[in-house]
């Protein structure tokens, strides 16, 4: 043999760079299902049983293209990490050398940088951005801010360009991506699918060694290979994709979807490559099927927040997801987890994500989110339950949104102002605050929204970091004008509340 290839759970790609350079007549590929990568964290028992599930097709579809595959299931209880997987086949075979594209997590690079056999790792180049590109344009920058990445990448590629001009003559078209829910805006939602032979025998591995962990394993309707993959999402472009813009914000009781199309989760296992599904949303705008606020603000999240993200993540390095700027201590309320809330905004987005492992941007960003932040939860127990329930999680692309953006525990580096909001802003985006417990209208005293005591309390307390914020002044200004009195009383409010949540 001449060489052990790795194929992680997360790089089920055929163009995958260690497969391309590979010869399936001299080399044996090692997949690895083991407890150190379902047991890091507790996973959602969805998304378990989404990565297994489409690493077995992936195995099948390699031996029918002829590799040598050695695959380790879990159920086998063989070796507990991906080294000593590599460790019992280097043994088995004696490999020249062994390769792997390298982790998209430090964990992980880690181990394998430190594991006996001796591993070759080489660039995942499936992104648009490879980590040296990105480097290179962070290099010497004042301030990171992703939409000059975002257009520099625009130019780069060519997507929604006419010429060095961009399609539509704007670069961005969020001011009109920002409208409220709407019972109208109803969808059909992503395309589902129906558990084969393989996912099924899964699932009732999942069933039983996964029950303790947070989350509803059925029904499942993730797809597990790249044809299904596929054709989600030619689904997602011809119903979702026109509507997209129009949506992108809004929230919806019982509509967890809306337009938006949880191709992260293809993505992100490699299932789809991200130029081809930006390839696809720039071409359906071009046949004039797609108006150009939608194919922009679903481009602008791929080419643009996808590859910054993972650009600050490597560029960060491992110390990143323990940033912790504002100093936060709370523990994260158990309503996180199930537990009981009168908050109905929480409730809602909790119970979507324990059934479905999904729940979209402004959802995690602006309800559970913001909730934490204003707290002052404890920024990595935040991150471990970012990681733990949702289908999409891997630490790169989770742990810069969760601990950057959402949290403003990296100071400033993926969001110039932190993501706050009073209740004000979730009753013009969705319908939650009809039926909840609180009134999203009364600020102080008998019904107050926490979200609207919270909000003052967290600006108050951080005065000094962001009053010189210039996005931020005229918030401090509305409060200084509040008068003494009521400023008294939405702090002893929030001070109150504390003891409750
Ligand atoms: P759509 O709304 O249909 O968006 C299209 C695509 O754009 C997504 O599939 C995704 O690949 C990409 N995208 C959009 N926003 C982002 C973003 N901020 N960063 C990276 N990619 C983006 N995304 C993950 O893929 N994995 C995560 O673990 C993850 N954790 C998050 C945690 C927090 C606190 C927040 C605020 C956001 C997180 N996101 C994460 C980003 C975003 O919420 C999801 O990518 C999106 O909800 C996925 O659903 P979708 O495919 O239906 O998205
Ligand atoms: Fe959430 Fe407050 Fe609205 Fe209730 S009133 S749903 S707690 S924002």
Not at 212 to 227: A, I, S, Y
Not at 449 to 468: A, I, S, T
């Amino acid at each position: 043999v001449r060489r052990v290839i790795l194929v992680l759970g997360d790089q089920l790609s055929p163009e995958l760079a260690v497969l391309r350079d590979g010869d399936p007549e001299q080399d044996v590929v090692v997949m690895a299902e083991v407890p150190d990568e379902t047991g890091y964290v507790p996973h959602h028992p969805k998304k378990i049983a989404l990565v297994l599930s489409a690493m077995r097709h992936f195995a099948e579809e390699l031996r029918a293209d002829g590799w040598t595959v050695r695959y380790f299931r879990l159920e086998e209880d063989g070796p507990r990490s991906i080294c000593g997987a590599l460790m019992a086949v280097h043994q088995e075979v004696s490999p020249e050398e062994v390769v792997a594209v390298r982790p998209g997590e430090h964990r992980l690079i880690e181990a394998l940088e430190a594991c006996p056999v001796g591993v070759r790792m080489v660039e995942d180049d499936r992104f648009l951005c490879s980590v040296d590109r990105f480097r290179d344009w962070a290099q010497g920058r004042k301030e990171l801010r992703m939409e000059w990445f975002y257009r520099e990448m625009r130019r780069e590629t060519g997507l929604l360009m006419d010429g060095d001009q961009p399609a539509g003559g704007t670069w961005n078209y969020d001011k009109q991506n920002r409208k409220p829910a709407q019972r109208s805006l109803l969808q059909s939602g992503p395309m589902e699918f129906t558990p084969d032979a393989i996912t099924e025998t899964v699932l009732a591995m999942v069933r039983e060694r996964f029950a303790e962990n947070f989350g509803t394993l059925d029904p499942f309707t993730f797809g597990v290979t790249r044809t299904q993959a596929r054709r989600a999402l030619a689904h997602f472009v011809k119903t979702q994709l026109p509507g997209f813009g129009d949506t992108q914000d809004a929230m919806l009781l019982d509509e967890p979807y809306l337009n938006h199309g949880v191709l992260s989760v293809y993505m992100n296992l490699g299932l789809l490559l991200p130029r081809e599904v930006c390839e696809a949303a720039d071409a359906a705008y071009r046949d004039g099927q797609v108006p150009i606020n939608s194919a922009e603000g679903f481009i602008r999240q791929i080419l643009g927040w996808r590859e910054y993200v993972r650009g600050i993540y490597f560029l960060k390095g491992p110390e990143y997801v323990t940033s912790n700027t504002l100093g936060h201590t709370r523990d994260l309320p158990a309503a996180y987890w199930g537990g009981e809330t009168d908050m109905r905004c929480i409730r809602e987005v909790v119970a979507q994500t324990r059934d479905l492992a999904y729940a979209h941007h402004i959802q995690r960003l602006m309800i559970t989110g913001n909730y934490a932040l204003l707290l002052g939860v404890d920024p990595a127990q935040v991150h471990e339950w970012y990681l733990s329930v949702y289908a999409d999680a891997y630490e790169w692309v989770e742990a810069p949104n969760t601990v950057g953006m959402s949290q403003w525990a990296d100071g400033g580096v993926v969001a110039s102002k932190p993501y706050v909001s009073s209740a004000n802003y979730i009753d013009r985006m969705s319908d939650y605050c009809t039926g909840c417990a609180f009134d999203p209208k009364v600020k102080v005293g008998e019904g107050a929204c926490p979200f609207n005591l919270l909000y003052w309390d967290f600006l108050v307390r951080h005065r000094e970091r962001f009053e010189g914020n210039r996005r931020m002044g005229v918030v401090y200004k509305a409060w200084d004008g509040m008068g003494e009195e009521k400023r008294r009383e939405v702090l002893r409010g929030a001070e109150t509340l504390g003891e409750v949540i």
